[in-house]
């Protein structure tokens, strides 16, 4: 039974030089693309976070008609 020392030492050089550069470029490569886009939950928080800011814009729009209303002038004192 002869065995071929250098068909054992080529596989896993060929391995090595070719399959695991290219699995590691394209593994990276969907990392960076999933990255950019936002998760189900981040699309979630950011409509959350979007309609508390609509509802705290109204509070501060009702509390400067009421500024406006009890103290004129409230704008220009520092």
């Not at 054992?8 to 290219?22: E, H, Q, R, T």
């Not at 999933?34 to 950011?46: C, G, P, V």
């Amino acid at each position: 039974m002869n065995i071929d020392y250098d068909m054992l030492l080529a596989l896993p050089i060929i391995f090595l030089v070719v399959v695991v550069p290219l699995w590691l470029i394209l593994h990276y490569a969907y990392k960076a693309r999933a990255s950019k886009a936002l998760s189900k939950a981040d699309e979630e928080t950011l409509a959350d976070l979007w309609a508390l800011s609509e509802k705290l814009e109204k509070r501060v729009d009702s509390l400067e008609t009421i500024l406006d209303r009890e103290a004129p002038g409230w704008r220009n004192k520092q």
